[in-house]
């Protein structure tokens, strides 16, 4: 049997873990870098959710304090009136 499946070919457990934490680390320190060097998109995905939870916790109807072009808070707060 040839490849990696086969034992007699495959790296030790020392070697493998030692690969996979190298991966891990490299991709780690990457995605940091993109998220850091261009943060202002990404933040934006979670601001709605947080702004439809803060109205629904203050006893607020989301849907009458938001954008009408976002329908987060009928995800938060389904029985609210339009």
Known sequence: MNGISSRENA???RVAAAIAL???LWLGW?????LA????PFGVDF???WRAAGHV???ETP???MPRALRVGRVV???API
């Open 11 to 13: 790296p030790s457990p």
């Open 22 to 24: 190298g991966v891990g």
């Open 30 to 34: 990457w995605t940091y870098d993109r």
């Open 37 to 40: 060097a261009n943060m202002a």
């Open 47 to 49: 601001t709605y959710p």
């Open 57 to 59: 916790a203050a006893g």
């Open 63 to 65: 849907i009458k304090n």
């Open 77 to 79: 707060s389904p029985p």
